[in-house]
């Protein structure tokens, strides 16, 4: 990926039960050059994805060949949901090659607690982010657990759809770090103009996930370039509109709250 990209990589980190895989994945993305471990923390327990399970009753195709766990309900109650194991599961994912899973039976740190964070800070050599913050709060104890940097994210809505959107979240986080660190956001960008917002309400940065996908489901490659292009454009039509000649002149004088 860092090849075809031309640079470095960040590495996304869910890690187990067993301390040991995720230190493996840690170091081996420490090896192979990524600038930054960004450590998920967005979704602790599994999804109840009522639209999916509505839909996969009138879907008679095999899922198991993809999904070969019950852990991930995404086959529940289907023909061959149950076959294999966590283990199995997940072994299919690249980041885990070579790795020994035998005794791995969920993906999250067990406990997801503080101590363990500081144990990552201490095994991580390069930058440490957390994803999955909302509230300033756990904005401020990162800071005290020595995160460089942080992601608002709700995993897009689909661990728990009735939180407040990321973008709400956004400004009690700023608050919480006191420009300290770097703060990315993400989730419901879908438009320029929610990048602008973004932007003006204070963000280091602004990611997207399910456009892009979408192109690339579409039309593959050339799918992706043109929602990045959709994006770019929209961001440079609405920068013009404000009169905002340059990403940091877009400040929070241009956006104005409402409550959510």
Known sequence: MSTARGKPVWQQLYPTNVWEVG???VKRAEAAGSPAIVFTVDQQEGTNRETLFRAQNADKRECATCHRSSYTGYARGRPGAASGGFSQSVARYPMFDGLDLSNAT??????????????LRDTVTVKLLIKGIVTREDAELALENGVDGLIVSNHGGRAEETLRPTIASLPEVLEGVAGKIPVIVDGGVRRGTDVFKALALGATAVGIGRPYA???AAFGQAGVEAVLEIFDRE?????????TTSVEKITRSYVVARPF
């Open 214 to 216: 979408w192109g690339l």
């Open 235 to 243: 961001l440079r039509t609405i920068m013009r509109q404000a009169g």
């Open 23 to 25: 230190r493996a994945i």
């Open 106 to 119: 969920q993906f999250r740190a067990s406990p997801m607690d503080w101590a363990f964070m500081k144990r």
